[in-house]
């Protein structure tokens, strides 16, 4: 097999200790040693860098950093030529975002690109009177959005200064090195994607685009009025109106165009793919990859159908609102009235803390009499435990403890809770949401979300019938080992990879993949007067300490 060289476009994940997209980037580079991957990561907090890096191995030939969340003044200024540029590029690009079209958006997005590339970072710039007016007037022109007509000079404001941090990656000296590169994987859409939509349209580099959890989406959920952080300053930390509708088609006109150009996009499950298709992604190029687990962490449950107390429902994962842990404690005391010898144990990953308060409020509230017994006899019908601690059950033990495991979300992407417990055998009980009855493939039982008596049904029917819920679990084992382990996800890239090269177009510079053998690439940087300069690092691992705010970093290896 010849050997790929693979630009691997990160935010907020692998390489970092921390991030969502952490763990199957990581598992996708150890499953590929006989490849060669660059990393290039966007990191979105001082927190998040400043917990390190993980261990990363040999065949990892590069690390590029660079931060959002640091202000990037490379003390550049342009001449009243390169400003005259920039305001044509970037009238453009605000005409495309206000008025919904993607034809000037494009335009203005890699005019900004050819200016930061050609004469040096856009901070300034995008940060000048001369941008706010520009918005403005893109607001009040003609045939503009509805939702952004009103905007005023705060939300002008709030909303330039977003788009200076979204835009960061236009000024990154990353793009010399991204040309030589045979394929350019970006680990999520948005944001991360963006260096590969440039070294694409400048270099001819195939991008191939993975979104387990679709960006745009991520956005509005995230951008909600009922969101708790975000620009705008509204009331709870939510964005402003103007600013909330100015962010959500600055969104989707760049989702609109990484979907065009894209040469592969691989959602991680049906639902994504449906959001990728509604926003004008063709469906050959398309191809459905789901996420890689780890069996081997679930085996000793998995192939152990009598473990765990029958008579205990199981619930993992993140307490938050979208996972409405308060339907599911209205539907535990529906089932606590036909079985009062039920159990409900409540496992977090990760914690909203005003949200958790509520719940155990509720569960509080529900079951007073117990909850007072239980005081004396040390058996709560309702607990509330942690993963990850180190006194805490793992994973695996987690859903041992009982034989059904229930989700009672309203909002989900890919549930990967759900999957790991089909990889432990059990049978479930979810809600319809996401991607859900995909992942379940009939081995398990979904009802409506926000129903309380139809989850208590579903609960109380697997609890009176443990054959038929064995029968589940078992099919639900052999259909996570089949559609969701490490093994298929990364033989399902190797092919991807492969297939890019094959078809992909020819560079502009006439070049070929494979034209020159792997010893002849000489590891080396080139230093541009963007951003921000160069700087080696020490070795990578889980104590490294945080890189200054705002340089770019890479790491080499060993010629």
């Known amino acids: 097999m010849p050997l790929v060289r693979i630009g691997l476009l990160t935010e907020g994940g692998y390489p970092y200790a921390t991030g969502e997209a952490r763990l199957w980037c990581d598992r996708l580079v150890r499953g590929l040693p006989q490849h060669e991957f660059e ?23 590069r690390v590029w950093t660079a931060p959002l969340w640091a202000p990037a003044d490379d003390g550049h200024t342009y001449s009243r030529r390169e400003r005259r540029r920039f305001a044509d590029c970037f009238k453009e690009l605000v005409r495309g975002i206000c008025a919904g079209e993607s034809e000037p958006f494009a335009a203005g997005l890699y005019g900004l690109a050819e200016l930061a590339r050609e004469q040096g970072g856009l901070y300034a710039a995008l940060r000048s009177e001369t941008a706010v007016r520009a918005v403005e ?14 905007a ?13 941090r979204l835009l960061r990656p236009l000024s990154l000296d990353w793009y010399e090195d991204l040309s030589e590169v045979d394929v350019c994987h970006a680990a999520a859409g948005g944001v991360a994607a963006l260096p590969g939509l440039l070294a694409k349209r400048f270099f ?13 989406r991520a956005h509005y959920l995230e951008h909600s009025p009922d969101a708790h952080s975000g620009p705008g300053g509204a009331p709870g930390g939510a964005p402003r109106p103007a600013v909330r509708a100015l962010l959500a088609a600055f969104h989707m006109r760049l989702a609109t165009e990484i979907y065009a150009r894209a040469d592969l996009l691989t959602p991680g499950n049906a639902h994504a793919r449906r959001w990728q298709e509604r926003c004008g992604a063709t469906r050959d190029r398309l191809r459905t ?28 994962g993140r307490i938050e609102p979208a996972k409405d842990l308060i339907a599911l404690l209205h539907a535990f005391a529906e089932v606590r009235r036909a079985a009062p010898e039920t159990r409900l144990r409540i496992f977090a990953t990760a914690v909203v803390p005003g949200y958790l308060a509520d719940c155990r409020s509720l569960a509080a509230q529900l079951f007073p009499d117990e909850a007072a017994d239980a005081v004396t006899a040390g058996e ?63 081995t398990g039982l979904v009802v409506p979300p926000r129903n309380p008596r139809a989850l208590a049904d579903a609960c109380l029917s697997l609890l009176r019938d443990p054959e038929r819920a064995h029968r589940l679990g078992a099919a639900a084992r052999a259909r996570a080992l089949e ?29 070929v993949p494979f034209e020159q053998p792997p010893e002849a690439r000489v590891p080396g940087h080139w230093t541009s007067p963007t951003w921000a300069a160069t700087a080696p690092v020490p070795a990578n691992g889980p104590g490294a300490p945080a890189q200054t705010p705002n340089t770019t970093t890479t790491t080499e290896a060993p010629v």
């Open 289 to 316: 990859v789901y996420p890689g687990m780890e069996a081997d962490r679930f085996a000793t449950v998995g192939e152990d159908p009598d473990r765990g107390d029958p008579g205990t429902l199981v619930w993992v």
């Open 39 to 61: 990393l290039y990561a966007l990191s979105r907090s001082a927190e998040q860098e400043e917990r390190g890096r993980v261990v990363l191995p040999e065949h990892v030939t």
């Open 204 to 216: 001819g580099v195939p991008l191939l685009v993975t979104e387990y959890g679709v960006q745009l």
């Open 483 to 511: 559609l969701f382990t490490v093994e298929q996800n990364v033989a399902a890239f190797r092919e991807i990879y492969l297939q890019l090269l094959a078809r992909g177009p020819a560079r502009p510079d006439g070049g």
């Open 380 to 442: 709560n019908p309702v607990t509330f435990e942690e993963i990850g601690g180190p006194d805490a059950a793992s994973p695996a033990e987690a859903y041992g403890c009982g034989r059904v495991v229930v989700l009672s979300s309203v909002i989900e992407g890919f549930p990967i809770t759900l999957a790991e417990a089909m990889l432990c055998g059990r049978a479930t009980v979810s809600t319809d949401a996401g991607a859900v009855c995909e992942v379940i493939g009939g």
């Open 137 to 150: 007037s893109a607001c009040r022109a003609p045939g503009a959005l509805r939702s952004v007509q009103r």
């Open 152 to 164: 005023q000079v705060a939300d002008l404001l709030d909303f330039v200064d977003e788009l200076e």
